[in-house]
């Protein structure tokens, strides 16, 4: 085995992972993994996923998924390419990819291939509706996946339209954020079992078990069938947004009755006079109360009166604002890498804390530093590199994020 690489903070220090490019979810938990210190080689594609055109033209450092990664483009439809996949596999302790059901296994790079030379490998995929079933080979997206889960009916305002969260649930929450969770789980039985295993990650099921506390609520007559109209949706007027005089936003929260009577006396409003908190019958009158009310004064005005009490109270910030509130700014919940500020790693370690991130390599950037890695010759390296099925960027490897050894 080849020498370690200069250390890498993290509690992942010392993990190896290859990650096959895609959209969404793959690389969401890629750029988790190598916040956390895994020496994370990302293996982009000669043709990336029409998704992903938008980083030649903005320039890598605005792909934030990619950040604290090194990257080798292959042509994996050649075989000399997808040997050197296995080579890596070979080397890694976790494997991640987020293609259809089969894709792998036509190219090769299935779990019994690569696993057949490291059965401590930890394979973890991502799909929409996982690896079996009716929907299993369909296309789909974030959309379709949380439209099957429960989730998106879930979501919106009483007689409209769902309203879709972004990809949040489906692609990052139930995607991505599972995987990491299961690929994890797996490496932590590897040390009793000495044995890898493969991770089967749906989006459809990861974003239904976001939603299962409301499961439980609504099997216990809790919820009713129309969204916007509970207690977690918007149904109240003590859990809602409210325009303000500027046009901005903010938004409470008081579920609790403590807060809600807190809320309601420093709004001047007199409890006694106001119908009982929980009576829903009384919950659209009150919100034109509170709507009324709330557009008398800017935004900061309310966060002057009603910022840091218990209230449940907070301003609703965009995404310029959010990193220069003050609590952002005193956690350090935010980071500027190379000019773009983006939300640093998270969560916190104690002993192990992440490195301040770096931008990703551009596509291709360390394709020469990980074949020689591999302990392959510069011959040998000048030939995969000719016949295209290696593709180096025109980019110096010295740019790279990283630097680990397999």
């Known amino acids: 085995m080849p020498s370690e690489g200069p250390a890498r903070r993290g509690p992942l220090a010392g993990i190896r992972v290859v990650a096959f490019s895609g959209i969404g979810p793959g ?40 950040r604290g990664q090194r990257s080798i483009i292959l042509d994996l439809k050649k075989p000399e390419a997808v040997a050197i996949a296995l080579a890596l596999a070979e080397r890694s302790d976790i494997l ?15 779990p019994e291939a690569c696993m057949a030379s490291n059965r401590a490998l930890v394979y973890g995929r991502v799909t929409g509706w996982g690896q079996t079933g ?6 789909g997206h974030d959309i379709n996946y949380i439209g099957l889960s429960g989730v998106l009916h879930s979501i919106g305002r009483d007689g409209e339209a769902p309203m879709f969260p972004l990809g949040l649930a489906g692609d990052y929450g139930g995607g991505g954020m599972l995987l990491t969770v299961g690929v994890l789980a797996a490496l932590h039985e590897r040390h009793a079992s000495g044995s890898g295993q493969v991770i089967d990650a749906s989006m459809t099921e990861g974003s239904a078990l976001l939603l299962a506390s409301h499961y439980g609520m609504f099997a216990g007559g809790m919820l009713p069938g129309r969204r916007g109209t509970h207690l977690f949706d918007g149904g109240p007027h003590f859990y809602e947004t409210y325009r303000c005089a500027d046009g901005r936003h903010v938004c409470v929260g008081a579920l609790e009755p403590a807060f809600y009577a807190k809320l309601l006396e420093l709004c001047g409003l007199d409890a006694a006079r106001l119908p009982a908190q929980f009576d829903p019958g009384a919950w ?10 709330f557009v008398t004064r800017t935004r900061d005005e309310w966060v002057d009166l009603l910022g840091g009490s218990d209230t449940c109270f907070a301003p609703v910030l965009d ?17 500027c890498v190379d000019g773009v500020v983006q939300p640093s790693p998270a969560p916190r370690f104690s ?18 530093r990980v074949l020689e890695e591999l302990g392959l010759d ?15 960027s025109c980019a110096t490897v010295d740019s790279a994020p990283a630097r680990g050894q397999y």
């Open 96 to 110: 991640l990819e987020g293609f259809r059901p089969g894709v792998m296994e036509r190219l090769g790079l299935g």
């Open 27 to 66: 690389p969401f938990a890629a750029m988790l993994l190598a916040d956390m210190g895994a020496d994370v080689v990302r293996v982009d594609s000669v043709v990336p996923p029409a998704v992903k055109t938008i980083v030649p033209i903005l320039g890598t450092k605005f792909d934030v998924l990619a």
């Open 319 to 335: 995404l310029a604002e959010a990193p220069q509130h003050p609590h952002a700014r005193a956690r350090g919940s935010f980071a």
């Open 284 to 293: 659209p009158e009150m919100k034109r109360r509170f709507a009324a009310l």
């Open 134 to 139: 009716p929907l299993a080979a369909a296309a």
């Open 351 to 368: 002993r192990t804390p992440a490195a301040v991130p770096a931008s990703g390599s551009q596509p291709g950037a360390d394709s020469v």
């Open 378 to 392: 510069p011959a040998r390296i000048g030939q995969l590199v000719a016949s295209r099925a290696v593709v180096a």
